[in-house]
């Protein structure tokens, strides 16, 4: 095997050979010899005994669920939760705590979103449930209205043109695709409408959006969620509706003789930006201080909910990582850093400002590995980056693999995370943890995502997971 790894690292770019060969150390175990990977599974197990006999994680969620709560940057809920990260972090005898500025949008909701729809005939209007999309413009204080026309794809939008949609409100109503067995799949095959559809249809004259929610479950719970406006168009106000609304109001446009209008009144503003933060702590090593494997979530919020799922159980298992190392008296060769980033919901700023500060100060990045997708059950990690780093990794990933089989952990390739993905340029690599997704997105953006829907159980064996392969990456590099 080890002339294998000389006949790979020879064919790499000179600058790749020395980043691999610094942080390899030519340390890995040997593939089949079980007796010199016990020592290893021996230090896993332990991880996992401390998680699920003395974890925080589940705790520390609990207090910024209940005592902080959402959490959308700009907002005080923000600032608050900065200051509560960064007082937990500190109780944690870490080497370094503190924190990163960064200017963030501060977005608002205001009052509550009216949205209705009617035939204009006695005993035909449906009261639907809305939340403004984030960063939308609002109404000016008074109703948007205008006949209501379905959307099911782009190319029925691009059929109407703007004969067939000036004046109106653009409903689209493409449902996730439920045959999709992972779900976040079907959510990147959707979400389009909500990130592009109201500039696509401003361009064409509508005067409003409404969407079908990003989610898989019948509810009547929104989803809101981040919209790109195209400034080539006139800006115009968007929400989105629950699946059971949505499910309502297209057999009212089915069922009417007479078109349905819609009446839309939202409250949203974009204020100046504000100043905020990422929080970050680490734990430095011992043999390549200057190298970091990064274990992270997103500290902001949308505004509806806890915040729980998305993403504080991500922030609570990143930090507990850390602890389970101080606790254990383990002493890493890389530097371990857990990094809380700021607005991810609705600007990536804190991933692009890290990114930059890393770069900055000559920090290489061993691995990225950002827990968003939920705090359910283990089923493993995904991996990208360059592939100069990625094709070696798998080539020896079996390895790992057999030393976390038995906690139901796979390794595959695949995405990361988005904070983390600034950091691409390092060339080092990048990883999501990935645990069951089949209800992540009932929860997803909405008032639903709230402490009470996280399991305890599920949510520490996410923490010792992440630690596993922080400790198995610290130990082999790459």
């Known amino acids: 095997m080890l002339n294998t790894w000389k006949t790979t690292l020879a064919r ?24 010199g990977q016990a020592p290893d599974a021996a230090f896993i197990r332990k991880i996992y005994d401390q998680a699920l006999r003395d974890s925080r994680c589940y705790p520390w969620l609990e207090d910024l669920c209940l005592n902080v709560g959402h959490r959308l940057s700009g907002s005080p809920g923000a600032e608050k939760a900065v200051q509560w990260s960064e007082a937990v972090l500190d109780t944690l005898g870490l080497d370094s705590v503190w924190l990163q500025p960064v200017m963030v949008p501060h977005w608002v909701r205001g009052a509550a979103e009216q949205v ?29 209205r205008g006949e209501v026309v379905e959307i099911t794809s782009w190319e029925a939008l691009d059929a109407l043109n703007e004969r067939g949609i000036r004046g109106k409100i653009v409903f689209y109503n493409r449902p996730m695709d ?41 509810d009547d719970f929104p989803h809101t969620g981040s919209l790109r406006y195209d400034s080539t168009y006139t800006l115009i106000p968007a929400a989105a509706i629950s699946t059971l609304g949505a499910e309502q109001l297209s057999a009212l446009l089915r069922n009417s003789t007479t078109p349905v209008t819609a009446s839309m ?41 806890h915040g729980a799922h998305d993403d504080g159980a991500g922030c609570t298992q990143s930090m507990d990582v850390l602890r389970y190392f101080r606790q254990m008296n383990y002493s890493p060769r890389h530097t371990i850093r857990c990094v809380l980033f700021m607005n991810e919901e609705n600007g990536l700023r804190g991933g692009h400002e890290y990114a930059r500060e890393a770069e900055r100060k000559g920090e290489f990045h061993v691995c990225a590995i950002e827990s968003d997708a939920g705090g ?7 991996f990208d980056g360059d592939e100069a780093v990625i094709n070696p990794f798998f080539e020896k990933v079996s390895e790992f693999e057999e030393l976390l089989e038995p906690y139901g952990l796979q390794l595959k390739r695949g995405g990361s995370g988005a904070d983390i993905g600034p950091l691409k340029g390092q060339k080092g690599l990048l990883s999501g943890y990935r645990p069951d997704s089949q209800r992540y997105f009932d929860y997803h953006h909405t008032a639903a995502d709230v402490f009470d829907a996280v399991n305890k159980r599920e949510l520490e064996l996410g923490a010792a997971s992440m630690a596993a392969l922080v400790y198995l990456l610290d130990k082999y590099g790459l």
């Not at 209705?116 to 006695?122: M, W």
């Not at 734990?283 to 992270?296: A, K, N």
């Open 116 to 144: 209705t729809a009617s035939t204009g005939k006695k005993g035909e209007n449906l009261q639907l449930n809305a939340l403004a999309l984030g960063g939308s413009v609002g109404t000016g204080g008074k109703a948007v």
């Open 376 to 382: 359910f059950t283990p089923r493993g990690f995904s």
């Open 265 to 305: 009144q939202l409250n949203c503003q974009t204020l100046p930006d504000v100043l905020s933060y990422n929080v970050i702590g680490e734990i430095r090593g011992t043999e390549f201080p200057d190298r970091v494997i990064l274990v992270g979530g997103h500290l902001d919020s949308w505004d509806v909910g």
């Open 12 to 35: 790499l770019p000179q600058n790749a050979f020395l980043i691999v060969l610094a942080t390899l150390n030519f340390a890995f175990p040997v593939a089949g010899q079980n007796s």
């Open 178 to 218: 439920p045959t999709k067995l992972h779900t976040f799949e079907a959510y990147g095959g959707a979400v389009d409408q909500r990130a592009h559809g109201p500039s696509r249809a401003a361009k064409y004259g509508a005067v409003g959006v409404l969407v079908r929610s990003m989610g898989l479950r019948l």
